[in-house]
């Protein structure tokens, strides 16, 4: 009871910049692989698209988008989000226009290119970034509120744009995110008039990394605790994103309705809500670094049901488990950044970490898709990731046990 008034308590205190944060992470959804996927049935057909043909498109522009994320990302240290965040919701409300009025093969690969950079991309970092910034004792608790933003995207978006796919044409459904995106503009911008400069909200006393100092991006490359945690963190990305983007094909070779399908992944959302609030409260009372290993361990557990899942019941205990992971995945990574390599940096670092990210996300649909083509059933892929999982919840133990030795007494 008491946890439940202080969160209500930090909530009104800092509901601007919380309502900032959750609003970007919704509007990410235009460019989430949960929401691109919906409509892979009509882009495939449209554009004569074969699944290898899908996956590699959308593997190629998802990686051009993490190679322009590590030079793009760093803009979160220079500029207020009053500034930068607005301009990349303009960007991605173009590009939700340009998915709508495309009809030209080789245009769709910039098209996707531009969804995936300014959703998933820049329009999240700079939600995760700047909340990372403003908030430092309670750091952990403000990501997990504002990730109720892609959790509302998640639970209501894949379900309601199938239903209305029913009634509208999908091309009018782009328009209508389009238009939705434009609108939240002025939003944000009255809810950011107190917002101060990145440089102004860096305090040196409190928000040192590893060794009591503030860590360049170079000096990060250079670590390496960050290229253990990277390729691992990478994973869930990598193949719950394959997961959603090939939901339409899983439910055909597994003989089930489309809708019926996404009708539970509201589950998830359920569970990836109250497994983002615990991460958020555990990562300020025990610490990242501890909890790191753990959150993907119900992920392996979840590609094991959905590899057997005879129905749909097992799928729905499968998502369950995969939004329990997904609070890991949504609190852990910013607190890992800003607590082992302090702020200042904050937004060069966290875009080179998100870049692999999403290098992930484009490799896990273009592989997958690639293997159906040759022959090697989804069912088989989604076991052979759950070993993954395991192997990458090994390899972050002994790097973050030596890491946390350097931070400083305080944290």
């Given at each position: ?12 205190d ?10 970007l992470?919704?509007?990410s ?17 449209e ?12 593997m190629?522009?998802t ?23 607005i ?39 700079i939600?995760?970034?700047?909340t ?36 509208v ?17 002025p ?6 008039r ?31 605790l ?17 997961f ?16 019926a399908l ?15 609030f ?20 119900p ?6 049901l ?46 080179a ?9 484009a ?32 390899g ?16």
């Open positions: 009871m008491a946890a439940g008034r202080s969160y209500l308590t930090f909530v009104r800092n509901a601007p910049f919380l309502m900032v944060g959750a609003i992470l919704f509007l959804s235009f460019g989430q692989t949960f929401f691109i996927s919906v409509f892979a049935g009509e882009i495939r057909s554009f004569g698209l074969s699944n290898g043909d899908w996956g590699l498109l959308y190629l522009s990686g051009a988008s993490a190679v322009a994320m590590i030079f793009a990302g760093g803009l979160t240290d220079r500029f207020r989000v009053r500034f930068l965040g301009l990349i919701v303009g960007c991605l409300a173009l590009a939700c226009l340009a998915m709508a009025l495309n009809s030209a093969t080789w245009l769709l690969v910039i098209v996707i290119f531009a969804l995936r950079f300014c959703g998933q991309g820049m329009v999240g970092h939600a995760v970034v700047a990372a910034r403003w908030f430092v004792a309670t750091r952990g608790r403000a990501l997990a509120i504002c990730a109720l933003g892609i959790m509302l995207g998640e639970a209501t978006l894949p379900v309601t744009m199938v239903w209305l796919k029913g009634f044409p999908w091309h009018m459904l782009w328009i209508g995110c389009g238009a939705f995106a434009l609108l939240m503009i939003i944000l911008w009255r809810l950011l107190l917002e101060r400069t990145p440089q102004a909200t860096m305090s040196d006393d409190n928000t040192l990394g590893m060794d009591s100092k503030h860590w360049t991006r170079a000096q990060a490359l250079r670590h390496p960050f290229w253990a945690l990277v390729p691992a963190m990478s994973l869930f990305p990598a193949f719950a994103t394959a959603w983007f090939h939901q339409v094909h899983f439910a055909a070779i597994k003989g089930w309705d489309h809708l996404v009708a539970i992944f509201p589950l998830g959302t359920l569970s990836y809500m109250g497994s983002t615990l991460f958020g409260w555990a990562i300020d009372k025990v610490g990242a670094g501890r909890l790191m290993p753990l959150y993907l361990l992920l392996s557990a979840a590609f094991v959905h590899w057997y899942a005879p129905s749909l019941i097992w799928v729905a205990f499968g998502v369950i488990l995969m939004g329990l992971a997904g609070g890991g995945q949504a609190t852990l990574p910013a607190a890992i950044w800003s607590g082992y390599y302090g702020t200042a940096h904050l937004g060069s670092i966290k875009s970490a998100t870049a692999g990210l999403v290098l992930g996300s490799i896990g649909p273009g592989l997958s898709g690639w293997l159906i083509d040759f022959g090697v059933g989804f069912e088989q892929q989604l076991l052979a990731y759950a070993v993954t999982f395991l192997i990458g919840s090994l972050m133990v002994i790097p973050l046990r030596a890491a946390s030795k350097r931070l400083p007494a305080a944290a």
